[in-house]
């Protein structure tokens, strides 16, 4: 294959690049070639499909401001599956001189003939290094002659909404940033006017402040537009909006694995206060409390375990028998585990870190809720349950009750943004129950008691000597890693801990909880301190802090 241009996007070293949990991530200034052959991938992704749409994120999400990424998004919003991970590995390895070739072999493979008709949708976040990627994708999209559209800066999720919505010729929704305010934001005005209806006790509770700190990335100049369609509805008070540097001590990332707040802010009892990540595909929520005057994380579990909640007593008030089913990675806190199948009685799977994972084996429920700890989720309705849904809310034979709550339920998916995890929905489906439950943030939070834990990050030679298997809750290499790390939690009551290298960042991470916050440190530092002697360590070895 001939790509024009090519020249002008060779490889600035040689070291190896893999396409991670959610795509390429490394120093933007790595990056100009890597996102110049996936403008041409992108274009013959689309052509195995058949033409439909294929996007492509310019992004590093929760990593800091000097990295950025690129991941690609399939037609109906799902990310890549794993197949084409490995070809988009393989192409942005290649040497330069053979990426023609690579990708002329590739597309002969897959009996590709034309890319004339491919399409490919982009867009990009606010990192400085965002712009000149994003040009370098247009020239790759161009020179493989597929045909491409500039979305400018959108969260990530929009992005996937916007490939759906053209994919399904509208059917999801208007494939446009405004088509998707719209969707949500209808949805939402529904929801809280049926519970206005029903005079909620506290509902007045809810017009007040949402106080949201949106790790000064792309969703801070998105959340002035939701405001102006919700108007009194939801007051957000924004911070870190955009005047900051981007992920820098604030952000859903920061707050979660800091487990405290975003510095600098000032938090008085009893408010609401949520962050988003860089590229607003995650949320976090958290308070100080009123009697105790700690501060409280309400993260990705307890997102998923009140949504659970809400969707079970609804689909139970439907009458209709659709199985819902809930989807951790191994971070999930043991706990909140408990929490689901103990008082909620929802089936609990775990699977491995990234969202491709949790939302593939949430396709196995009629409606499926995915959460990473990190607050990165969503929920997913099978399309027989969504047309049982549609069917029972217009059948004369279904008490008017049942009616009522298919609409209800079929006004919540309305909400959910189900192509990927999506802070701003997120953001509204939790407002909307907490409003229906009638709950401030420390009723949430009592549902149950996190045990304390701790994420310690380490730094080695080469992260993928370690190798993991039972959805990355065990190591499998190096030998004997396991053995000792067994031997550390056997100390701790209600000890767990294991080990991952990082798909997004060039380290290994370490989870540890325990009954104490004093125990889940110094179990946290045990197996750091395992990770560095046992996997090439580099720098000091970790201390216990
Ligand atoms: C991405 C993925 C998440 C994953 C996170 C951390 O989030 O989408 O599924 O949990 O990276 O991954 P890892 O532990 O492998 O570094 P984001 O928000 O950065 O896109």
């Not at 929760?62 to 919003?77: A, F, I, S, T, Y």
């Not at 020179?143 to 919505?165: D, S």
């Amino acid at each position: 294959m001939q790509l024009t241009g090519l020249k002008d996007y060779q490889k600035v070293d040689e070291i190896p690049i893999q396409y991670g949990t959610a795509g390429f991530r490394t120093k933007g200034s790595r990056l100009k070639h890597v996102i110049f052959r996936m403008g041409a991938l992108a274009a013959i992704r689309s052509a195995c499909q058949k033409g439909a749409t294929i996007g492509v994120m310019i992004t590093a999400s929760h990593n800091p401001e000097e990295d950025n990424g690129v991941k690609l998004v399939d037609p109906m919003g799902e990310m890549l599956g794993p197949e084409w991970e490995q070809y988009a590995t393989e192409i942005a390895n290649v040497p330069d001189s053979e990426v023609g070739t690579a990708l002329q072999k590739l597309t002969k493979n897959l009996g590709v003939t034309t890319l004339a008709n491919s399409r490919v949708v982009f867009a990009r976040d606010t990192r400085p290094s965002s712009p000149i990627l994003a040009e370098a994708l247009e020239a790759g999209i161009k020179a493989a002659g597929a045909q491409c559209q500039n979305f400018g800066l959108l969260t990530t999720p929009q992005l996937h909404y916007i490939v759906r919505c053209i994919n399904s010729n509208g059917e999801y929704g208007k494939p446009t940033e405004d088509g998707y305010f719209e969707k949500l934001t209808e949805a939402f005005v529904k929801l809280r006017n049926i519970r206005k209806a029903k005079k909620m006790k506290k509902l007045e509770t809810y017009k007040a402040c949402l106080y949201l700190d949106a790790a000064n990335g792309v969703g801070a100049g998105k959340v002035p537009i939701l405001q102006s369609k919700l108007g009194e509805l939801l007051q957000i008070n924004l911070v870190n909006d955009g005047s900051g540097k981007l992920n820098h001590e604030c952000g859903a990332d920061f707050v979660k694995v800091q487990q405290k707040p975003p510095t600098g802010v000032n938090m008085a009892p009893g408010q609401r206060w949520a962050s988003l990540d860089g590229d607003a595909d995650r949320i976090v929520f958290y308070f100080i409390g009123t009697t105790d005057k700690q501060f409280h994380l309400l993260d990705g579990d307890k997102i998923a375990t009140l949504v659970a909640g809400y969707l079970k007593d609804l689909v139970q008030a439907t009458g209709l028998s659709l199985n819902l089913g809930l989807v951790q990675t191994a971070y999930a806190n043991g706990s909140s585990t408990r929490y689901i199948t103990d008082q909620l009685q929802v089936p609990v799977a775990c699977v491995p870190t990234g969202v491709k994972h949790l939302h593939h084996k949430a396709q196995e429920f009629d409606i499926g809720v995915y959460f990473e700890a990190n607050g990165h989720g969503t929920a997913i309705v099978s399309d027989t349950s969504y047309s049982s849904l549609k069917k029972a809310s217009q059948d004369s034979t279904v008490s008017e009750e049942q009616k009522e709550a298919c609409d209800l339920l079929l006004s919540v998916i309305d909400l959910i943004n189900q192509t990927v995890g999506d802070a701003i929905s997120d953001l509204l489906l939790v407002e909307m129950i907490l409003a229906a439950l009638d709950w401030d943030v420390e009723q949430w939070n009592q549902a149950y008691t996190d045990l304390p834990n701790r994420q310690l990050k380490v730094k080695v030679k080469d992260r993928s000597v370690i190798q993991t298997t039972d959805a990355e809750r065990k190591a499998s290499f190096p030998k004997d890693l396991q053995k000792a790390i067994d031997q550390s939690v056997a100390k701790y009551s209600h000890g767990r801990s294991f080990v991952r290298p990082s798909g997004t960042e060039d380290i290994v991470r370490v989870y540890a909880e325990a009954v104490s916050q004093d125990a889940a440190d110094k179990l946290a530092n045990e197996v750091a301190v395992l990770v560095f002697k046992m996997a090439g360590g580099l720098g000091e070895e970790p201390k216990l802090h």
